[in-house]
């Protein structure tokens, strides 16, 4: 639904056009937050790439934070476990501002690459 591009430091852009960002603003006002967020990724994540995902699950633990995720590729184990292959990047100001608001007014949002 937008385009996700890897920045020169390794966070993750995410970029809209006035036409997705309206469907984006419809996923909101209808449905909720993570609605819109998993949707907006479908045509990525349905081609094993960039799955969004709650921290606050903790599946996969990435740590004590409630914060949107973005996995490279997410794999599952037989048990349910979720298994991060490759990146994985966070929106560091969830408890502030909301990221699709925030795609929504400036038409770009950047999660923050998770360094070890």
Do not use: H
């Amino acid at each position: 639904m937008f385009n996700v591009t890897r920045t020169e430091n390794g966070d993750l852009k995410i970029s809209a056009s006035s036409d997705e960002i309206e469907i984006i603003r419809d996923g909101l006002e209808d449905r909720g937050f993570w609605y819109a967020f998993i949707d907006a990724f479908e045509d990525y994540s349905a081609n094993g790439s960039y799955q969004p995902f709650d921290a606050g699950d903790a599946n996969p633990f990435v740590g004590l934070t409630d914060a949107p995720c973005i996995a490279e590729c997410m794999d599952y184990l037989d048990n349910g476990d979720a298994v991060i292959q490759g990146d994985f990047w966070y929106y560091g100001d969830y408890m502030i501002t909301c990221p699709l608001e925030t795609l929504c007014e400036t038409g770009e949002v950047i999660f923050t690459l998770a360094r070890e």
